[in-house]
């Protein structure tokens, strides 16, 4: 078995210089292809559950869905992680079924979409620490606003993050804040805002350093060198997958995701966690329309969700290569939970902030 920390996986990456995939999941079929894919690549894998994706499949079938997945592929280090974890109570719950690490999104409001105070996500984040910590689990936060900065506004995936406008200086996470906040919390990987946005439509243009300013990242990282830095909001809404969805009958207007090397660059710097779901729901979708043009009396679902999963295991496959995981899941021994909470009491895996976060 091999069920692994955020904290740990992300230390590894970091000393290797790679950066991991995060997936969401909602079903057996994302689960199986994405498992798949890690295994034909021999990558570690982070498996991520929103709190739509919770009630969607429910705790219990997810629950024993990822301990069949471990099961299936017991050489594969496997971190599942709470996506956006809105209150204390869904990082305790998700704890409780298995998860052995959890977002605390303190940039809003337990609602979901009203932005927060930094008082505010300092303090319900380091409660979280605090808890998750005590038993092994890791513990990611979020400084900074998801939206687009092209358009000065927030976005609503799903019932989840800002309606309308958004300051600029919301939009960026703060460098100098950042270091604060990751002392004061003792968080053990740090989502930042820099442009991106989730779901397809993040950008009207191929991005440049004025809508998605990676420079952003580079500066938190010289600041803070030790800290795992993660990118939301990171499917590039590839324009083949975009020129396929629309061959079959979808109506995707033409939109511009974050490019593959926007991304390793940030690896360059400091991203060890990268939050992919758009992508993965546009490959099965687009499988799902040309079944369905091209054999228009076919009803058995099967053969609507294996072409889809063949899709999303390619898809899964490339990024796995892209950010450089591929080949690392044999270099990882698995530490226990119990031994991660250990170093923690013993203060091994504080967050180390030295000279380096001083302005240039
Ligand atoms: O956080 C955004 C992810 O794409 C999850 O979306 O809340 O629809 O599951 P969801
Ligand atoms: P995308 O919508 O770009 O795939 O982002 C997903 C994400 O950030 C989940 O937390
Ligand atoms: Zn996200």
Redesign the pocket.
């Known amino acids: 078995m091999a069920r692994i920390t955020l904290r740990q996986l992300l230390d590894h990456a970091a000393e290797r210089g790679y950066g991991v995939p995060a997936f ?1 999941i ?1 079903n057996m079929e994302q689960g199986l292809a994405i498992m798949e894919a890690a295994a034909s690549v021999n990558a570690p894998v982070i498996i991520q559950a ?4 919770r009630s969607y499949a429910g705790d219990i079938m997810l629950a024993k869905m990822i301990d069949a997945l471990e099961e299936m592929h017991p050489q594969i280090p496997l971190c599942l992680h709470q ?2 974890g809105n209150d204390e109570a869904t990082c305790a719950t998700a704890i409780k079924y298995g998860f052995t690490s959890v977002m605390m999104d303190g940039s809003l409001k337990a609602d979901a979409k009203t932005p927060a105070d930094y008082g505010y996500n300092v303090d319900i984040t380091r409660r979280v620490v605090e808890m998750a910590h005590w038993i092994g689990a890791s513990v990611e936060g979020e400084l900074g606003v998801l939206g687009s900065l092209e358009l000065g506004c927030g976005e609503q ?4 993050g800002v309606e309308g406008e958004v300051s600029h200086d919301q939009l960026l996470t703060d460098p100098e804040q950042a270091v604060d906040f990751v002392r004061a919390t003792r968080v053990d990987a740090l989502a930042i805002a820099m442009g991106t946005s ?1 779901g397809a439509y993040k950008f009207t243009r191929k991005p440049d350093g004025e809508i998605l300013a990676m420079h952003v990242v580079e500066e938190i990282h010289r600041r803070l060198p030790d800290i795992h830095l993660v990118m ?1 909001g990171s499917s590039s809404v590839p324009q083949v997958m975009q020129d396929l969805f629309n061959s079959f009958g979808g109506e995707m207007p033409q939109t511009w995701g974050v490019p593959i090397e926007e991304i390793v660059r940030g690896i360059r710097h400091g991203v060890r966690k990268v939050n992919i ?2 992508d993965c729901r546009l490959a099965m979708a687009a499988m799902f329309r040309k079944v369905a043009t091209e054999n228009r009396s076919e009803f058995d679902p099967r053969k609507f969700l294996k072409p889809a999963m063949d899709a999303l295991r390619d898809l899964c496959r490339e990024r796995f290569e892209q950010f450089g995981a591929a080949g690392n899941a044999p270099k990882i021994k698995v530490v226990p939970l119990a031994e991660m909470a250990r170093r923690y009491r013993s203060g091994a895996l504080d967050p180390r902030i030295g000279e380096m976060t001083e302005a240039a």
């Open positions: 969401n909602n929103s709190r739509g994706a996506d956006h995936e799903d019932g989840h989730h939301h779901d758009t």
